[in-house]
C-alpha cells in the first residue's frame, strides 16, 4: 500500500511546488491555465487505462468530456419553473433543486443544484459508454478506432445542431460547484489557488484509484487481455467484461473532468468534443507510455499547460498530430516509459548478431 502512495505523494509534491514557484515569481494567474490541464489530465489518465492495460484504443473521448459538461450545464441553467410547493420543495428540501435567479429579470425559477446534476451527467455517460461498448468492443484495431471516432462526431454534431445545447455558441451563465463552504470550483480570480488545488486534487484521486485498479486482479486479467484476447480468455478471463468495464471506467472519468472544467468555466462550447481534441489525448497517452499512469500525467500537465498558454499559436492541431506521429515511429512505449526516442533510434540503429 506505501508504494501505490508513492506516486499520489510525488504528484502532491510537484503541485504544491508549482504553485508555490508562480507565486513567488509573480506568475500566479498561470494557476487557471494549470487547473484546466488538471481537468485534461483525468481525461488522459483514464484513457491511459483503457488503451494502455486493455489495449482498446478511443478517438472519441471528447465526446464523453462533451456529455458530462453539457449535461451539468444544461441542468443547473435550466428554468423549470418558478419555486412553489409539492414535489418541487421536496425536492429542494432534498437539495435536488435550488433557486436560481431569472437571467431575464422574471420570478425565480428552479434548476437542478449542482451536485445532482454532476451525477445525472456521469450517470449519463456511462449508460451511453455500455450501449455503445457493448457492441464496439468486438471490433478490434482501426475498426475500433473509426467506429470510437464515429461516437466523437456524432456528439459534436448534436451539440451544435441542438438549440437548447446552444448551437454554436454552447451553454454559458454555468453556476459554481460547492465542494465546502467557502470553497467552490469556479473562474473567480479570488478562488484562483484553491481551484488550482481542487483540480490537481482530483488527478491524485484519479491515480491513486487507477493505481489500486491495476496492481489488483483486475489489472493483471487487462494485461492478460492486451497481451493476447484468446490466450486470457483460454486462461478463464472474461474478456468481454473487462474490456466493457474499462472502457466505462474510463468514459466516467472524462465526463466528471468535463462537469468539473464546466463549472471552473463557467460555461461549455462544441469545440470540447471536437474529434481533434480526442486525437490530443491519444497524443498525450501515447507521449508518456502507454499503461504509464505516472507519464501520462506528466506529460497532459505539460503539454496542456503549453497548449492553453498559445505556445503553438496557430499550429496548436498541427503541433499535436505531429507529435502523435513522431512518437509512433520512433518511441511506440512513449518518450517516459521503455528508454524514450533515444533507446528506440539505438535498438532501429542496432545490427543483429551475425550480420555483416
Sequence with gaps: MKRRLVPVAALAAAT?????????????????????????????????????????????????????????????????????????????????????????GGADVWSVHPWAALAAAVLLALAIAVVLGVPILKLRGHYL????????????????GTEWLGGADGLSGVPPLPILPGIAVSGAAADRVVNYYVAWGLVALAVLFLDNLVSSRVGRALRAIHGSEEAA???????????????????????????????FNGSIGPSEASVMRSIRYVAVVAVGGMGSLTGTVATSGVLTFLSLRGTFGSLDDAVFGAI?????????????????????????????????
Design 16 to 104: 504544491i511546488a508549482v504553485d508555490a514557484l508562480a507565486r513567488a515569481t509573480g506568475n500566479a494567474f498561470l494557476l487557471t491555465q494549470l487547473t484546466m490541464a488538471g481537468y485534461a489530465t483525468v481525461v488522459a489518465a483514464g484513457l491511459s487505462l483503457l488503451m494502455g492495460y486493455a489495449g482498446q484504443i478511443s478517438l472519441g473521448h471528447a465526446g464523453f468530456f462533451a456529455i458530462g459538461g453539457y449535461a451539468a450545464a444544461a441542468l443547473t441553467t435550466a428554468g423549470l419553473g418558478p419555486p412553489r410547493g409539492g414535489g418541487a420543495s421536496a425536492l429542494a428540501t432534498l437539495h435536488v433543486l435550488v433557486p436560481r435567479a431569472d437571467p431575464f
Design 145 to 160: 478506432a473509426m467506429a470510437t471516432l464515429g461516437f466523437g462526431t456524432i456528439v459534436q454534431s448534436v451539440v451544435v
Design 233 to 263: 480468455g483460454t486462461m478463464g478471463v472474461d474478456v468481454a467484461r473487462y474490456k466493457l468495464g474499462t472502457f466505462v471506467i474510463s468514459a466516467g472519468m472524462a465526463a466528471v473532468a468535463g462537469a468539473f472544467l464546466t463549472h
Design 324 to 356: 502523435l506521429i513522431a512518437v509512433m515511429l520512433f518511441a511506440p512505449e512513449g518518450v517516459l516509459r521503455g528508454g524514450g526516442v533515444a533507446s528506440a533510434l539505438l535498438r532501429r540503429g542496432r545490427r543483429p548478431e551475425g550480420a555483416a
